[in-house]
Nanobody, 113 residues
Framework: QVHLVESGGGLVQPGGSLRLSCAAS????????MGWYRQAPGKTREWVAA???????NYADSVKGRFTISRDNAKNTVYLQMNSLKPEDTAVYYC???????WGQGTQVTVSS
C-alpha cells in the first residue's frame, strides 16, 4: 500500500559524506519504525539504522558514530546522513518499515577514490 522511493546515492570519495532520502507515498495509515538497510555485492542484506515513530534511533556497530538517521513525518520522509564514508560502505541502500516485507529499487552508494 505504501510506496517507498530511495534517492541520494552516488559516487563519493573515502571520508566524504552523502545524505540519502526515503520518500513514502500512497496509503499511509501509521507512522511506523523505519530503517535503512544495505546490500553489498556478494553479501546478504544487512540492517544499518532504525528510527522509531518518536525519533529514537539505533545503529549497527559498523556505522555507529558516522551515520545519522532522521525523519520528517510531515513530509513522510526518512533520511540517512552518512559521514566519514569508507569503501566498505559501498552497497545498494534500501529503506523500509521495520518488519517490512517488500523492497524497492534502493539507491547505489559507491565509496571509492
Amino acid at each position: 500500500q505504501v510506496h517507498l522511493v530511495e534517492s541520494g546515492g552516488g559516487l563519493v570519495q573515502p571520508g566524504g559524506s552523502l545524505r540519502l532520502s526515503c520518500a513514502a507515498s500512497g496509503r499511509i495509515f501509521s507512522i511506523p519504525a523505519m530503517g535503512w538497510y544495505r546490500q553489498a555485492p556478494g553479501k546478504t542484506r544487512e540492517w544499518v539504522a532504525a528510527i522509531s515513530s518518536n525519533g529514537h534511533t539505533n545503529y549497527a556497530d559498523s556505522v555507529k558514530g558516522r551515520f545519522t538517521i532522521s525523519r520528517d513525518n510531515a513530509k513522510n520522509t526518512v533520511y540517512l546522513q552518512m559521514n566519514s564514508l569508507k569503501p566498505e560502505d559501498t552497497a545498494v541502500y534500501y529503506c523500509n518499515r521495520i518488519g517490512g516485507s517488500s523492497w524497492g529499487q534502493g539507491t547505489q552508494v559507491t565509496v571509492s577514490s
